[in-house]
């Protein structure tokens, strides 16, 4: 399940496309734009902790485009490869922590009880997106591609940017704090939608084929490269 419509995403696309033939033709690494792109989050992160919400929501909202344009130049540079694969993932989880560690340092900030509330909640929203990408890691491990579930990173993405850019601080900072408990809240039940599914596959009486967007088989010695459309 996706949460972003797939005309969304296919005109997302073709917007930053000239963006991506730009890079590539400057010969542009695809692991260096990750690196920008991690770099990014952190300064919206920091923008997030300071108490500037509107300002950090249009900078992450802006420089997401990043988070697109390392696959789309690896696969127009042919520079598609398991390390970039392992690079891009592995700042991801840089990129979520500098986001979510942020609101939770502004949260930190804020009058008791809801500013220490919303501190738990943003560690709680960390681990969960944590534990999302780690099922499906785990599970490819296993010789699976998992994508189950109904909040992956583009959508994370989204939530953490796009209503703080519009709203901030609005209703005293209830929007902010209602978009954070969504965001935890999906990112659980994300991973315990993974984990069921993994149950699910992996038991004894479980049917041969099952559900392509949900589940399918890797070939174990070429392992994913860079993709895309990311996910977690």
């Known amino acids: 399940m996706n949460l ?15 963006v991506a033939t730009w890079l590539v033709s400057r010969g542009v690494r695809p692991n260096t734009i ?15 902790a300071i108490g500037h919400i509107r300002t950090g929501g249009w900078f992450l909202g802006v420089t997401a485009v990043f988070d697109v344009l390392d696959g789309l130049v690896a696969r127009r540079a042919g520079l598609s490869s398991a390390f ?24 930190a900030t804020r009058p008791a009880p809801l ?36 909040l992956q990173r583009p959508e994370r993405v989204v939530l953490l ?4 850019a519009f709203f901030g601080l609005a209703l005293n900072g209830l ?22 599914t993994v149950r ?16 399918q088989r890797p070939a174990l010695r070429r392992p994913p490269a860079r993709t895309l459309a990311k996910g977690d």
Do not use: H, K
């Not at 419509?5 to 930053?16: F, I, K």
């Not at 709680?124 to 490819?140: C, D, K, N, Q």
């Open 161 to 164: 940017s796009a209503p703080q």
């Open 200 to 215: 699910q596959a992996m038991s004894p009486s479980a049917p041969r084929r099952l559900t392509i967007q949900q589940w």
């Open 4 to 18: 972003l419509p797939n005309w969304l995403r296919t005109g997302y696309l073709r917007l930053v496309d000239p």
């Open 115 to 150: 500013g220490v509330g919303m501190v738990a909640v943003c560690v709680l929203g960390l681990i969960g997106t944590f534990v999302t990408s780690y099922t499906r890691a785990r599970a490819e491990a296993l010789g699976f591609g998992l994508r189950a579930g109904v």
């Open 175 to 196: 929007v902010l704090s209602a978009i954070v408990v969504v965001v935890t809240a999906t990112a659980w039940l994300t991973a315990v939608q993974r984990v069921l």
């Open 84 to 107: 970039g694969a392992f690079y891009d993932s592995t700042l991801d989880r840089v990129a979520d922590g500098c986001v979510l560690g942020g609101l939770a340092v502004f949260f």
């Open 34 to 48: 990750t690196s920008l792109g991690t770099a990014c989050a952190a300064v919206g992160g920091t923008l997030y």
